[in-house]
């Protein structure tokens, strides 16, 4: 009877998380009510809670909310406070005007090129770049669409060729400050083969050797599929004529461009430092985000002369900490539903099932069947991370089970999310650009598919050979 409430039960909230993300609905209470019902689902099961020095609080009303309260302080302790410092960081940058910088330094040398084809892949690969500084997808598109685009057309760029590649910036630029990295990294550091994995360590070793050379992959891809594409289309003799706003240029001294172009990469910068030169020095992506901090006041009190305003827009930075509560709250609502998974027995149950794949040569499975759930979800909700997100209290024990190492789920569930939300056509990059200019959405994802799906299986045989 315990095996069919269990059953029932997870199928029942599974079907409910997949539906209310289809449904692009928020999915954070879904997550924290429906772990929380199977905990108490557990205690009615006589399971118990499960879980290992639980406190309890002697009232089984009270506990499972106690285990809501525990991972919250769990993970605030840990992946959490990292998420905020980073967004608190990201928004001193645009307050300052330091993001803005960063994208005039990098974008200015393209309106040299006169060749569209061969700006196809060179734009692609530099709005990546600019993704590590400005890490949403759709406000990328934004800005990208205001800067870019007017000298994409000029140069004789396709308005559908454009729009790919303006897309498709966003994907899988391996940053330490990523906050999927972030997460993987301090889930992977709790377990003893993965004890003192940092955030950047887990990035360079693992998530770029399999991602930067997909990006070029998909840049090539990019390029070969973009003119292929033109040739097919239809001529049109008169090209609409699209209303975006003018370039803003940046004035300022070479000294000023070049200090404030650096201060939004610095936190990397620092940290790649650091990881090269074997720097006896142990530098964690929040330090190295509070010294950039600190960094940039300084910059921003040289540059206003000590003006009160400087102290003023510092508020900036913990409103941005702010807004990072999002993310922290949905790391927290999937630990309490897996927690309530693994209550009610089913943790337990696919571990055993994938016990018995040890040895025979089918640990392939495991990430594969999660990739391609990953990419079903994301082509109907155009959410690239909900999904991860759900699954990085998992991934380790399921693994484990299975006999394979957890970066074989980890790097390509994590980059396949990422890479095919340019290929839904209700993701938000999709429809910003969609609107910008004036082309259907699906028409934007025939051009956006290939270049993507073609990086999700050279990523995904990559991640295989070179992990499982």
């Given at each position: ?225 973009q003119k292929s594409m033109d040739k097919k289309a239809l ?127 089918m640990g392939i499975i495991l990430p594969l069947i999660l ?42 569930m994590g980059l396949a999310g990422n890479l095919m939300r ?47």
């Amino acid at each position: 009877m315990n095996n069919f409430i269990m059953y029932a039960a997870a199928i029942v909230a599974v079907v409910l998380v997949v539906y209310m993300l289809i449904k692009k609905m928020d999915i954070k209470v879904t997550l924290f009510a429906t772990g929380i019902i199977l905990l108490y689902i557990a205690i009615a099961m006589g399971n118990g809670l499960g879980i290992k020095d639980f406190a309890s609080t002697k009232s089984w009303i009270l506990d499972p909310l106690k285990v809501t309260a525990d991972i919250f302080k769990s993970t605030l302790n840990g992946a959490g406070f990292i998420i905020l410092i980073l967004g608190g960081y990201a928004a001193y940058m645009s307050k300052i005007g330091a993001n803005d910088v960063t994208v005039s330094v990098l974008t200015k040398p393209i309106s040299k090129i006169k060749s569209a084809y061969v700006l196809v892949p060179i734009v692609f690969l530099i709005g990546n770049m600019l993704s590590l500084v400005v890490p949403s997808a759709s406000n990328l598109a934004i800005i990208l669409l205001a800067t870019l685009y007017p000298v994409l057309k000029k140069s004789g760029m396709s308005t559908l060729t454009a729009a790919a590649v303006i897309a498709t910036t966003a994907t899988v630029m391996p940053t330490p400050l990523g906050a999927d990295n972030v997460a993987i990294a301090k889930e992977l550091a709790k377990f003893p083969a993965y004890s003192g994995l940092s955030v950047t360590n887990y990035v360079m070793n693992y998530h770029a050797i399999v991602s930067v050379p997909t990006l070029f992959v998909m840049a090539v891809l990019h390029y070969f599929w973009q003119k292929s594409m033109d040739k097919k289309a239809l001529k049109s003799a008169v090209e609409e004529e699209i209303q975006v706003q003018e370039i803003k240029e940046i004035k300022g001294s070479p000294l000023f461009i070049t200090v404030y172009a650096l201060l939004p990469l610095l936190p990397i910068l620092l940290l790649i430092a650091m990881y090269f030169t074997k720097s006896p020095v142990s530098l964690s992506v929040e330090v190295a985000s509070i010294l950039s901090f600190i960094v940039a006041i300084i910059c921003e009190l040289i540059r206003y002369k000590g003006d009160k305003k400087v102290l003023d827009d510092t508020e900036s930075f913990f409103k941005g900490m702010a807004g990072g509560m999002s993310i922290v709250a949905l790391l927290v609502a999937a630990s309490v539903f897996v927690q309530g998974l693994q209550s009610i027995g089913l943790i337990k149950t696919l571990q055993i099932a994938m016990t018995s794949t040890k040895g025979t040569g089918m640990g392939i499975i495991l990430p594969l069947i999660l990739v391609v759930l990953s990419l079903i979800i994301v082509l109907l909700s155009g959410s690239g991370t909900a999904l991860f997100y759900a699954m990085v209290p998992l991934m380790v024990p399921l693994a484990q089970a299975a006999g394979i190492s957890p970066i074989a789920i980890s790097v390509p569930m994590g980059l396949a999310g990422n890479l095919m939300r340019a290929v839904s056509p209700v993701a938000a990059v999709v429809v910003i650009v969609a609107g910008t200019t004036k082309k259907p959405a699906l028409e934007i994802v025939k051009r956006t598919s290939v270049p993507m799906i073609g990086g999700v299986i050279f990523m995904f045989v990559l991640s295989m050979i070179l992990f499982l």
